[in-house]
């Protein structure tokens, strides 16, 4: 059973370009979630979504960030119009379903940087 | 809104020291508490879940506490060996299904 899959593991992106982040759950994980983790800080919620929905993006920043996870495929991550702040670790996370005893799984993150 | 302190920042101890890595949160109304290891560049290895219900949980050399009333976590590590040099972070995970994490306590290991 492979874990949560994250890719591109490492991207670069100038100013003003798009990133896109995918994120794989691990197999019968409907519960998907996106962190962040700036240089020196600790991991922030971003959003969480489940098949088709987002359940809460109280995380998001406002503009530029937009996250889906589709009936068929794996969640994106999108920022569009990078700029230098947005150069973090993304991680995705993924859990079978809401149940207090569920742990919740981490993938090996996708490291971006705006140059 | 929850917020989470872990202490010490960071802690460096000779290998086969026993220790404790403290975790508090502001908002017991927790489902449950997870702690996790990230090592430099990597993603998050989860090592133990109690739930809101437990006291405690153990696996192998390590032991977690729960003091959901205080909003108090402990990680116990025991006969600590250089492979545990990792940042720890503790995670209370509520009704809106996030986790919020502390910073972490970055452990060093000396052999």
């Known amino acids: 059973n492979a874990g949560v899959m994250q890719n591109p593991r490492h991207l670069v992106r100038r100013r003003g370009q798009e990133a896109r982040l995918r994120c794989s759950p691990m197999k019968g994980h409907s519960h998907v979630y996106w962190y962040r983790q700036l240089p020196e800080e600790g991991l922030k919620f971003m959003v969480y979504?489940?098949?088709?929905?987002?359940?809460?993006e109280s995380g998001m920043p406002k503009e530029r960030f937009s996250a889906e996870f589709p009936k068929e495929g794996p969640s994106i991550l999108r920022i569009q119009q990078v700029v230098r702040g947005d150069s973090a670790a993304y991680f995705c996370?993924?859990?079978?379903?809401?149940?207090?005893?569920?742990?919740?799984?981490f993938g090996e993150g996708s490291w971006l940087t705006v140059v | 809104k929850q917020e989470v302190t872990q202490i010490p920042a960071a802690l460096s101890v000779p290998e086969g020291e026993n220790l404790v890595l403290n975790c508090s949160f502001t908002d017991s109304a927790i489902y449950n508490l997870q702690w996790f290891r990230q090592d430099p560049g990597k993603g998050l290895t989860s090592l133990l879940l109690i739930q809101s219900s437990q006291r405690e949980q153990t696996s192998g050399r390590l032991n977690a506490s729960l003091d959901k009333s205080s909003g108090r976590s402990t990680l116990y590590i025991a006969a600590s060996q250089p492979g545990d040099s990792a940042t720890y972070l503790c995670a209370p995970q509520g009704g809106s299904e996030k986790l919020v994490f502390g910073k972490g306590t970055k452990l060093t290991v000396n052999p």
């Open positions: 979504l489940q098949k088709e929905n987002i359940i809460d």
């Open positions: 996370a993924s859990s079978p379903g809401t149940n207090s005893g569920n742990t919740i799984y």
